[in-house]
């Protein structure tokens, strides 16, 4: 590759960014199967519909969360909970991962930008963060909804798979959006997590106890 293709890739990979970011960026990919092994290891054992309708709930409950996280610092300006942004972020990936596995279906490798600088010439502004979060929420809804159908009415037959699959792609894609935009890394989240329910929540494994209780908001 000669200078001049170099400088045109670079020039498109940061006007593919938001405007903020002015920094040269590098791709990478994060996938953890530890990640998506604790999801299925924590998860409330059931039958499968039961426990894909569970994480339907999750997902959706998650992505209202981080809404109502987002919507606190947009409208009433208090100051962008970031901790509770990891949280909701660790809560979303959980319920995703885990509904891929039960679905048998591969998860994507989430394309991730990372900044190569630190320095953000332009901090995320709180309407793009309730874009992205609103993004999420929209898709996650979806999934519960078409859940719900199947799950409640026998005569709808069962959930359209392509479809969750799909909203369930633009969950977790938008999610690590959100996050990179945010400065939330993959390993912090996955740390927060782990934090939460593996070592605090549920040290024993899953019970519904334990999962009543919540040692980890003690």
């Not at 339907?56 to 992505?63: L, T």
Request: glycine residues 6%; charged residues 30%; contains cysteine.
């Amino acid at each position: 590759m000669d200078d001049t293709t170099k400088n045109v890739s670079q020039a498109e990979s940061t006007a593919r960014l938001p405007p903020k970011f002015g920094a040269k960026v590098w791709r990478t990919v994060w996938h953890s199967p530890s990640f998506q092994e604790r999801a299925l290891r924590l998860l409330k054992p059931e039958e499968t519909n039961d426990m894909l309708m569970h994480c339907a709930v999750g997902i959706a409950g998650a992505a209202g969360k981080l809404l109502d996280c987002i919507k606190k610092h947009w409208k009433y300006g208090k100051d962008f909970d970031r901790n509770n942004a990891v949280e909701e972020c660790g809560d979303l990936l959980f319920y995703s991962y885990a509904m891929y596995g039960l679905l048998d279906t591969e998860v994507p490798r989430a394309e991730m930008f990372s900044l190569v600088a630190t320095e953000l010439l332009d901090p995320i502004t709180a309407k793009r963060m309730m874009s992205l979060s609103t993004s999420i929420f929209v898709d996650s809804a979806t999934i519960l909804r078409e859940y719900d159908l199947s799950y409640n009415f026998d005569w709808r037959g069962p959930p359209p798979i392509k479809l969750i699959e799909t909203k369930l792609r633009h969950v977790v894609s938008t999610t690590f959006k959100f996050m990179h935009e945010v400065g939330i890394t993959p390993e912090e989240v996955d740390r927060g997590n782990l934090e939460k329910l593996e070592k605090k929540r549920y040290p024993k494994g899953y019970t519904d106890s334990a999962a009543v209780d919540r040692a980890d908001k003690a």
